[in-house]
Structures are given as structure tokens and as C-alpha cells.
């Protein structure tokens, strides 16, 4: 028996769509509850992920800024003088000449900073074998100083003067017996090498440094003398024997007739420099006085032969 076809209705269309059953007030208001809750899960894990990747961010930006700024080339230190490597006459007046020409107190400490100190220290007379080294909290400067044993003036210029004729910029050393060189025919301290003057002061300076050393007087007699005369040197202004062709004198005015420069007295007519050596120092520590100050002569003839 054949089954009967239910009738379907027919809109304008086509067939009629069924009609979607509403919604009870409990089930919205259960599913609005349930979408609030899955935005709100949805909230806190989208703020987790933006937090752990900033994070993660600011680490790899803090690396990277690490490894292009060094904490090495960061830190910094005063330049250092040893105590060990500076002569015992070194003073503040040297260091802060070394301070200004290295161009400050404190500096990086890293190579380039070291090299470029050690460039800018190289231009001082005042240093030789110059080494700038860094440690791990300062620049440390080791050199050679050099020693002054005179000073001579150029115009309105002081030079300080070792025993090698290096000339550098004048300082006050308190604590070395520094001798004026005067009368010199110097022009230019860059021919100091070649005058000859200053060459024979700078050897008599060093004869009696030298004696000061073998004799041991306290003070030593370099400490009495002031000057060095040289303007007779050679005899070049007046020839005659009665001229002292070198001529020394001391702190307190006195005058010293040394003759002849070093090396150029035979023993006959002027006494050689032995001689003169000789008398000088009898003359200094007789009595125990140890000095040429005060005492009861205006001058002092070392020429005549004994």
C-alpha cells in the first residue's frame, strides 16, 4: 500500500523554513555568562604571552647592549705613579705636569685610553723609557726621570738641564741642589747640545756632585753654590791670566775663581782640576763646619798650583 507524501507548504520561494525554537531566559543567561568567562580566560592568557615576551624582549635588548658596551670600557681610574718606580726627589709639582699633559686625574681604563696617554706624556723632556699600562684600577706610568742638575734662562724662558744637556721645562725641585748656569752665549735651547759653555758647567756640576759622593759631606757643597758663570768662557771677553775664564759663586754673594774649564788646565801655570777639587773641599769641611756660607773670606782663588 503506498505511503501518502505529507503536504509541504510553499512559500514565495521555495519550501517554508521551520521556525528555530526559542530560547529560554535560564539559557541565555547561562550562555552570556559562559561567553563573559571564556573573554575573560581569553584576557588573562593574551596578558601572560604580551608580558612573557616583553620580558623576553628586554633581555635580548640588555644582552645586546651588554656585549656593544663593554663594563670594561666603562670603568674608569686615576693615573698612578708608583712609589717605586719615582725618584725619591719627586714631587706634586712634577705629577701635575704629567697630569696636564695627560689631559686629566682620571680616564678610561682600557688600551686605547692608555696608548693614548702614553703618546701625550712622550713629550716630556722630563721622561724617558715612558711605559702606560692598565690594571684593573688605574693607569700606571713607569719611565726613566731625568735628573736636573742646572737651570739656565732664555729670555723670559727657565729650562731645567740634566747631566746629558736635556733640556725641559723648568720646574722647582726642592730637594736636588739646582745650579744657575749664567753668562752663556745661547740662543735657542734646541742647539744646547752643541754649546759648548753650558757643556763645560754641566761637567764641573757633575765633578762636584761626584765629589759630594766620594766625600759624603752633610750638606753636600753643591747645596752651598748658586751660580755658574760663563761668560769669560775661553777667554773670549777678556784674555789676560788675571781673568777667571769659569767662575763660581755662592749662595751668599762670595766668589769663586775656578780658571779654566775641565780638561783644559796642564798643571804649571794653573793647578789642575784635581787640584782645585782638592782645595775646594779641604776648605769646605775644615773645622766640621761643612760649608762655605759665613765664613770669614770674600773670595777664593783655586787657580794657584799647589
Known amino acids: 500500500m503506498a505511503k501518502k507524501k505529507k503536504k509541504t507548504s510553499l512559500g514565495l520561494f521555495g519550501p517554508k523554513k521551520k521556525k528555530k525554537k526559542k530560547k529560554t531566559k535560564a539559557q541565555a543567561k547561562a550562555g552570556k555568562e559562559a561567553t563573559v568567562k ?42 698612578v705613579f708608583p712609589h717605586d718606580n719615582v725618584p725619591e726627589w719627586f714631587n706634586e709639582e712634577l705629577a701635575g705636569l ?33 711605559k702606560v699600562q692598565t690594571t684593573k684600577d688605574s693607569l700606571r706610568v713607569t719611565a726613566k726621570y731625568r735628573k736636573p742638575i742646572a737651570m739656565i734662562k732664555l729670555g723670559d724662558e727657565k729650562y731645567c738641564i740634566d747631566n746629558n744637556l736635556v733640556a725641559m721645562r723648568y720646574l722647582k725641585i726642592l730637594k736636588l741642589p739646582i745650579v744657575e748656569i749664567t753668562g752663556s752665549t745661547l740662543d735657542n735651547i734646541v742647539d744646547i747640545y752643541v754649546q759648548e759653555d753650558i757643556e763645560a758647567a754641566v761637567k764641573l756640576i757633575r765633578a762636584l756632585s ?27 771677553n777678556d784674555r789676560s791670566k788675571s781673568k777667571s775664564h769659569i767662575n ?4 751668599d754673594g762670595k766668589h769663586i775663581f775656578w780658571g779654566n774649564a775641565l780638561g783644559k788646565t796642564t798643571g804649571k801655570i794653573e793647578a789642575t782640576d784635581e787640584e782645585k777639587l782638592s782645595s775646594l773641599y779641604d776648605l769646605y769641611v775644615r773645622n766640621g763646619k761643612n760649608s762655605l756660607l759665613d765664613r770669614d773670606f770674600t773670595w777664593i782663588d783655586l787657580r794657584n798650583p799647589r
Not at 580566560?41 to 601572560?48: E, L, R
Not at 696636564?100 to 723632556?125: H, I, P
Open 38 to 79: 571564556r573573554i575573560r580566560i581569553f584576557s588573562v592568557i593574551f596578558v601572560v604571552v604580551f608580558a612573557a615576551a616583553a620580558v623576553c624582549g628586554g633581555f635580548f635588548y640588555l644582552e645586546k647592549y651588554a656585549k656593544r658596551v663593554s663594563p670594561v670600557a666603562l670603568r674608569t681610574g686615576q693615573l
Open 98 to 130: 704629567m697630569r696636564d699633559t695627560a689631559g686629566g686625574r682620571e680616564f678610561e681604563l682600557n688600551e686605547k685610553s692608555a696608548k693614548t696617554v702614553g703618546e701625550k706624556l712622550s713629550t716630556l723632556a722630563w721622561l724617558d723609557g715612558l
Open 210 to 236: 761626584l765629589m759630594d759622593k766620594e766625600i759624603k759631606p752633610k750638606p753636600p757643597l753643591l747645596e752651598d753654590i748658586a751660580r755658574i758663570d760663563v761668560s769669560n768662557f775661553d777667554g773670549r
Open 248 to 251: 763660581l759663586y755662592i749662595k
